[in-house]
């Protein structure tokens, strides 16, 4: 049995407002119907509103439409949309976990996986997080890395990734050492340049004071009073991984991310992060955080594709 259509009237009417809760081209309903799986049909300031999720969609919009006295993006509306389908439209920032010293002012967990990983990385030495693209894992890593260098809890930031992509190699792309490493390296870079800002990074990397390097650079080295991330740990071996954990020095924090679906290593070749998964998760002062599709902070179709992709993998 079809649901019943839910008709809504947003008032008071205002359509600077309704405007920005549209946005261009309808692309924030859009976004809704996406994410709830609804068509929406609106003829002024009412709205008819038609699917399963047809009452959740209506609450979305009044939520958007009071926030839509200021300006309302299509990000504030994915972000919105996440925490909707969490169950905790509108909760306050302070309520969201730890805040952090960045340049984001807005930055907290959107989802209760990553408010639970924030608190994990500060509480503990050594955090992992598990689980799909676009839940955040290295964002907030790099959030919490530069909180710890603000408050001079840590004397430097070393970022880390193995240089294995989709069965490439280093020997097999153009360029110096540099070039070849720098494409492994971009999402880390990206975060900082949003989370510190592009000339105070800059600076930072030309001091030391952040690093960004391979894998294989971790070898014989100690790293005392640093925040050191670890991404991508899924193409590690349990060899490297173990080498990685162990570089872990005086005064340190370390953080490992990864996504056991989408690993690049030979085939047979066995995940570290698999390996430290099993072997770790019992051990005292270690955190483990799994997140799922429900914590995808991108597009909502990012997160019904990995739910179909979920549905169809063979069981362990």
């Known amino acids: ?5 839910v008709e809504l009237k947003l008032d008071p009417v205002d359509n600077q407002r309704l405007a920005r809760l549209c946005g261009t081209l309808d692309e924030n309903l859009r976004q809704i119907e996406s994410a709830l799986d609804v068509t929406i049909a609106r003829r002024g300031a009412r709205f008819t509103l038609r699917g399963e999720q047809a009452q959740q969609a209506a609450q979305a919009l009044e939520h958007f439409y009071d926030r839509a006295s200021g300006e309302l993006s299509l ?6 949309l996440t925490e909707l389908l969490q169950g905790k439209p509108g ?4 309520t969201e976990g730890p805040q952090l010293l960045t340049r984001r002012t807005d930055l907290h967990g959107r989802t209760p996986h990553q408010i639970e990983y924030l608190e994990k990385i500060l509480a503990h030495d050594l955090t992992f997080g598990i689980g799909p693209a676009g839940t955040g894992k290295t964002y907030l890593a790099v959030a919490c890395a530069v909180d710890a260098l603000e408050r001079d809890k840590v004397k430097r930031i070393v970022l880390v990734r193995p240089a294995v992509e989709a069965g490439e190699r280093l020997g097999f792309l153009p360029g110096d050492l540099a070039q070849k490493v720098d494409p492994y390296l971009r999402p880390l870079y990206d975060a900082l340049f949003d989370l510190a800002g592009f000339e105070k990074t800059g600076k930072l990397l030309e001091r030391g004071t952040i690093e960004l390097a391979p894998l294989a650079y971790m070898r014989g080295r100690t790293l005392n009073h640093a925040f050191i991330i670890l991404d991508e740990a899924q193409n590690t071996t349990p060899e490297q991984m173990k080498m990685f954990l162990t570089r872990i020095g005086f005064g340190a924090k370390a953080v490992v991310n ?7 290593l030979a085939r047979g070749q066995k995940s570290g992060l698999i390996e430290a998964r ?13 997140f799922g ?12 594709i990995i739910d179909a992709y979920e549905a169809n993998s063979p069981q362990e």
């Open 1 to 5: 049995m079809r649901a019943k259509p």
């Open 75 to 80: 990000d504030d509306v994915q972000l919105g």
């Open 91 to 94: 909760v306050a920032p302070t």
């Open 258 to 264: 990864g996504d056991v679906t989408q690993i690049d």
């Open 278 to 290: 099993r072997i770790l998760n019992d051990v005292r002062g270690i955190a483990f955080t799994q």
């Open 293 to 304: 599709a429900q914590d995808v902070v991108r597009h909502p179709l990012v997160a019904r």
